[in-house]
């Protein structure tokens, strides 16, 4: 039986893998930043989950859900950090109004949660699952901020993979593709100030037409996750998807040509030796 703490359970893949994780028999601290829409979740099971109101930027609440997860099961050895939302528009498009939140609860909140984690996870050890994209693996025109604060995910990742190692603490990236969530939905927001300059690489339509019509199941997408959790070799990345998969497959061929094409020129660039 494992204990789970994870962000962003009011919807979409967070809300699901609470549900999995307790329906298999687990115990799960579920958090919203509004813990009343969630607050029904947990009545099923008897215990084994508790719901509690958790805004990730703010660094004392995380303190506090992982202090009220200690001290209602002792502790928890899964973190998923989920919370998060999606800004499409152009770069030029985007005001620090809208993009300094999204980086906030992307990134920062990621942050303030983890660090209030890491406490507990280094006792005994334990998993961290941080929710990335397709988006944080390439950047695409129309989805640049979020490509950032996603791009943000992998590399504080990366570095936690390294730093964790010692105390035994796994590090699981999740790059999903489009599943059938409502991501495109509430989790979108649309930079207001549309430029016809920019409207080749507007996601707008994207947005209309594949919102609730993603060929992604979402259920075989968190079966997914939890088979990696269980697995005694847990992959860095984990791309989610046929589309994922061909986004990290284009970024690999299109990175090593370039790399392969200025070889000899950009190795040359030490100082000569005497």
Excluded at 180 to 203: C, H, V
Excluded at 254 to 264: E, G, Q
Aim: charged share 25%; hydrophobic share 40%; aromatic share 8%.
């Amino acid at each position: 039986m494992k204990t789970w703490l994870i962000t962003g359970c009011s919807s979409g893949f967070g809300q699901r893998l609470a549900l999995a994780a307790a329906h298999r028999g687990d115990q799960v601290i579920a958090t919203a930043r509004n813990g009343k829409t969630i607050e029904e979740m947990a009545e099923p099971f008897g215990g084994r989950m508790i719901t509690l109101p958790l805004d990730v930027t703010d660094a004392a609440a995380a303190k506090a859900a992982v202090e009220k997860a200690v001290e209602t099961f002792g502790g928890f050895d899964v973190l998923v950090n989920n919370a998060g939302y999606g800004l499409f528009g152009a770069i030029e498009e985007g005001t620090p109004e809208e993009y300094r939140p999204m980086f906030e609860v992307n990134v920062f909140g990621l942050i303030e949660t983890t660090r209030a984690a890491l406490p507990i996870l280094r006792r005994s050890g334990g998993t961290i699952v941080n929710m990335s994209s397709g988006a944080g693996i390439a950047g695409s025109g129309g989805a640049g901020y979020y490509n950032a604060a996603k791009f943000a995910v992998e590399g504080i990742s990366e570095a936690l993979a390294g730093e964790l190692k010692p105390f035994g603490i796994r590090v699981l990236i999740v790059e999903p593709g489009p599943f059938r969530t409502d991501f495109l939905g509430r989790s979108i927001t649309m930079a207001a100030n549309e430029m016809p300059e920019y409207a080749a690489s507007s996601r707008k339509d994207y947005r209309e037409t594949n919102n609730g019509h993603q060929a992604g199941d979402p259920d075989k997408a968190i079966a997914v996750i939890l088979r990696a959790v269980d697995a005694d070799d847990v992959p860095l990345h984990l791309p989610l998807g046929p589309i994922a998969h061909s986004i990290a497959e284009r970024k690999l061929a299109s990175f090593r040509r370039d790399i392969d094409a200025w070889r000899d020129i950009t190795i040359a660039t030490d100082f000569d030796q005497p």
